[in-house]
Protein backbone atom coordinates (compact mmCIF):
# COMPACT_ATOMS: atom_id res chain seq x y z
CA UNK A 1 0.00 0.00 0.00
CA UNK A 2 1.07 3.74 -0.70
CA UNK A 3 2.45 5.45 2.13
CA UNK A 4 0.37 9.10 2.82
CA UNK A 5 3.69 10.94 2.80
CA UNK A 6 3.89 9.28 -0.84
CA UNK A 7 0.82 9.91 -2.14
CA UNK A 8 1.39 13.63 -1.21
CA UNK A 9 4.65 14.03 -2.57
CA UNK A 10 3.81 12.68 -6.29
CA UNK A 11 0.51 15.50 -5.91
CA UNK A 12 3.16 18.65 -5.61
CA UNK A 13 3.62 18.02 -9.09
CA UNK A 14 0.07 17.10 -10.15
CA UNK A 15 -1.82 19.21 -7.33
CA UNK A 16 -5.84 18.40 -8.43
CA UNK A 17 -7.86 15.77 -6.79
CA UNK A 18 -6.85 14.86 -3.68
CA UNK A 19 -8.74 14.62 -0.87
CA UNK A 20 -8.71 13.15 2.68
CA UNK A 21 -11.22 10.12 3.92
CA UNK A 22 -12.08 9.75 8.06
CA UNK A 23 -12.39 6.84 9.10
CA UNK A 24 -15.85 7.92 9.99
CA UNK A 25 -16.70 7.94 6.33
CA UNK A 26 -16.42 12.31 6.03
CA UNK A 27 -14.43 13.38 3.26
CA UNK A 28 -12.11 16.98 2.92
CA UNK A 29 -10.45 18.11 -0.33
CA UNK A 30 -6.30 18.41 0.14
CA UNK A 31 -6.08 22.18 -1.45
CA UNK A 32 -2.09 20.92 -2.57
CA UNK A 33 -2.47 23.21 -5.69
CA UNK A 34 -2.84 26.24 -3.01
CA UNK A 35 0.00 24.86 -1.26
CA UNK A 36 2.32 24.89 -4.27
CA UNK A 37 0.98 28.52 -5.77
CA UNK A 38 2.39 31.49 -4.25
CA UNK A 39 1.29 33.23 -1.16
CA UNK A 40 -1.63 35.13 -1.77
CA UNK A 41 -3.12 38.32 -0.19
CA UNK A 42 -5.24 36.53 3.01
CA UNK A 43 -1.65 34.51 3.26
CA UNK A 44 0.10 37.73 3.59
CA UNK A 45 -2.74 39.36 5.93
CA UNK A 46 -2.18 36.64 8.16
CA UNK A 47 1.64 36.66 8.43
CA UNK A 48 1.42 40.08 8.90
CA UNK A 49 3.34 41.82 12.17
CA UNK A 50 4.85 38.18 12.86
CA UNK A 51 8.17 38.93 14.63
CA UNK A 52 10.34 37.10 13.92
CA UNK A 53 12.69 34.38 13.95
CA UNK A 54 9.80 32.08 12.45
CA UNK A 55 9.57 28.65 13.00
CA UNK A 56 6.87 26.85 9.63
CA UNK A 57 6.16 23.42 11.08
CA UNK A 58 5.02 21.52 8.37
CA UNK A 59 6.32 24.15 6.22
CA UNK A 60 5.21 21.64 2.65
CA UNK A 61 6.62 23.71 -0.05
CA UNK A 62 7.25 26.99 1.49
CA UNK A 63 4.71 29.49 0.15
CA UNK A 64 4.53 31.07 4.04
CA UNK A 65 7.98 31.02 4.29
CA UNK A 66 8.92 32.75 0.44
CA UNK A 67 6.58 35.25 1.98
CA UNK A 68 7.93 36.06 5.07
CA UNK A 69 11.18 36.38 3.32
CA UNK A 70 9.86 38.68 0.65
CA UNK A 71 8.84 40.87 3.74
CA UNK A 72 12.41 40.76 5.42
CA UNK A 73 11.55 38.49 8.33
CA UNK A 74 14.04 35.25 9.04
CA UNK A 75 11.88 31.62 9.02
CA UNK A 76 12.67 28.44 8.67
CA UNK A 77 10.64 25.41 7.70
CA UNK A 78 10.37 21.76 8.98
CA UNK A 79 8.60 19.05 7.31
CA UNK A 80 8.76 15.29 6.87
CA UNK A 81 8.67 15.84 3.40
CA UNK A 82 11.90 15.64 1.41
CA UNK A 83 10.35 16.55 -1.63
CA UNK A 84 7.95 19.59 -0.37
CA UNK A 85 11.56 21.22 1.14
CA UNK A 86 13.26 20.38 -1.83
CA UNK A 87 10.41 23.26 -3.43
CA UNK A 88 10.70 25.39 -0.42
CA UNK A 89 14.28 25.71 -0.77
CA UNK A 90 13.99 25.83 -4.79
CA UNK A 91 11.71 29.06 -3.85
CA UNK A 92 14.37 30.59 -1.76
CA UNK A 93 12.78 29.50 1.44
CA UNK A 94 15.18 28.02 4.25
CA UNK A 95 14.22 24.90 5.43
CA UNK A 96 15.09 21.36 6.78
CA UNK A 97 13.63 17.71 6.93
CA UNK A 98 13.10 17.36 10.55
CA UNK A 99 10.20 16.11 12.39
CA UNK A 100 8.53 18.49 15.04
CA UNK A 101 8.85 16.14 17.62
CA UNK A 102 12.35 14.97 17.06
CA UNK A 103 15.77 17.58 16.96
CA UNK A 104 14.60 20.89 15.70
CA UNK A 105 17.21 23.77 15.16
CA UNK A 106 17.38 26.44 17.49
CA UNK A 107 15.03 25.26 19.89
CA UNK A 108 13.71 27.45 22.50
CA UNK A 109 14.90 30.33 20.39
CA UNK A 110 11.97 30.86 17.86
CA UNK A 111 9.78 34.59 18.60
CA UNK A 112 7.06 32.73 16.48
CA UNK A 113 5.77 29.63 14.97
CA UNK A 114 3.53 28.23 12.13
CA UNK A 115 0.45 25.59 12.79
CA UNK A 116 -1.22 26.82 9.30
CA UNK A 117 -2.89 24.93 6.64
CA UNK A 118 -4.60 22.23 9.22
CA UNK A 119 -1.42 21.49 10.59
CA UNK A 120 -2.63 21.12 13.74
CA UNK A 121 -3.78 18.04 12.80
CA UNK A 122 -0.24 16.43 12.79
CA UNK A 123 0.04 13.53 15.04
CA UNK A 124 -3.47 13.08 16.06
CA UNK A 125 -2.63 14.55 19.55
CA UNK A 126 -3.01 18.18 19.54
CA UNK A 127 -2.56 18.95 22.97
CA UNK A 128 0.91 17.23 22.18
CA UNK A 129 1.53 19.38 19.52
CA UNK A 130 0.85 22.57 21.05
CA UNK A 131 3.01 20.96 24.36
CA UNK A 132 5.95 21.09 21.65
CA UNK A 133 5.47 24.16 20.11
CA UNK A 134 5.72 25.76 23.41
CA UNK A 135 8.91 24.30 24.10
CA UNK A 136 10.53 25.20 20.33
CA UNK A 137 9.32 29.07 21.01
CA UNK A 138 11.14 31.45 23.66
CA UNK A 139 9.76 32.63 27.02
CA UNK A 140 6.01 34.88 25.57
CA UNK A 141 6.99 33.59 21.89
CA UNK A 142 3.67 33.65 19.67
CA UNK A 143 1.92 30.28 17.92
CA UNK A 144 -0.43 31.03 15.03
CA UNK A 145 -2.96 27.97 14.43
CA UNK A 146 -5.08 27.85 11.83
CA UNK A 147 -8.48 26.25 13.24
CA UNK A 148 -11.71 24.80 12.45
CA UNK A 149 -14.83 27.20 12.31
CA UNK A 150 -16.47 27.69 16.20
CA UNK A 151 -19.11 24.98 15.03
CA UNK A 152 -17.16 22.46 13.96
CA UNK A 153 -16.34 19.59 16.51
CA UNK A 154 -12.84 18.76 17.45
CA UNK A 155 -12.10 15.14 16.56
CA UNK A 156 -8.81 12.86 16.52
CA UNK A 157 -8.94 10.37 14.07
CA UNK A 158 -7.41 8.11 11.66
CA UNK A 159 -7.22 9.26 8.23
CA UNK A 160 -6.05 8.50 4.68
CA UNK A 161 -5.30 10.57 1.50
CA UNK A 162 -7.54 9.12 -1.46
CA UNK A 163 -6.34 10.43 -4.90
CA UNK A 164 -8.09 8.63 -7.87
CA UNK A 165 -8.12 4.74 -7.63
CA UNK A 166 -5.19 5.23 -5.25
CA UNK A 167 -5.53 5.39 -1.06
CA UNK A 168 -2.95 5.68 1.62
CA UNK A 169 -2.26 3.59 4.68
CA UNK A 170 -4.46 5.30 7.61
CA UNK A 171 -2.58 7.49 9.86
CA UNK A 172 -3.83 9.83 13.01
CA UNK A 173 -4.84 13.22 12.14
CA UNK A 174 -7.32 15.77 14.44
CA UNK A 175 -9.25 19.10 13.95
CA UNK A 176 -9.78 21.41 16.42
CA UNK A 177 -12.57 24.24 17.07
CA UNK A 178 -12.22 27.61 17.38
CA UNK A 179 -14.12 27.63 20.46
CA UNK A 180 -12.27 24.72 22.35
CA UNK A 181 -8.68 26.04 21.33
CA UNK A 182 -8.57 28.16 24.05
CA UNK A 183 -9.35 25.11 26.53
CA UNK A 184 -6.61 22.90 24.49
CA UNK A 185 -3.71 25.46 24.91
CA UNK A 186 -4.87 26.66 28.64
CA UNK A 187 -3.90 22.57 29.36
CA UNK A 188 -0.52 23.40 27.93
CA UNK A 189 0.48 26.47 29.77
CA UNK A 190 -0.75 28.56 26.61
CA UNK A 191 -3.11 31.82 26.47
CA UNK A 192 -4.97 33.19 24.14
CA UNK A 193 -4.44 36.25 22.70
CA UNK A 194 -6.84 36.83 19.61
CA UNK A 195 -8.81 34.38 17.65
CA UNK A 196 -10.39 35.72 14.22
CA UNK A 197 -12.04 34.91 10.68
CA UNK A 198 -11.21 35.78 7.38
CA UNK A 199 -12.53 34.39 3.97
CA UNK A 200 -13.94 31.66 6.06
CA UNK A 201 -10.80 30.45 7.34
CA UNK A 202 -10.27 30.81 11.50
CA UNK A 203 -7.07 31.59 13.19
CA UNK A 204 -5.95 31.90 16.57
CA UNK A 205 -2.94 33.52 17.90
CA UNK A 206 -1.67 31.39 20.98
CA UNK A 207 1.18 33.25 23.75
CA UNK A 208 3.63 31.15 25.86
CA UNK A 209 4.43 31.53 29.18
CA UNK A 210 6.84 34.69 29.89
CA UNK A 211 10.17 33.90 31.16
CA UNK A 212 10.23 33.48 35.41
Given at each position: MTSALELYEAALDA???????????????LPVSRYVAAADPLDRRVLAGLEGPVLDVG???GRHLHALAGAGIFALGVDISPAAVALARRGGGRAVVADVFGRVPAAGRWASALLLDGNIGIG?????????????V???GAILV?????GRESTSRLARIEVEERVSGWFAWARVSAAEIGTLAGCVNLSVEEIWSCQNRWFARLRGAPAA
Open positions: PDGLRVRFDDGSLAPCGPGAPARLLARLGELMPGEVEAP
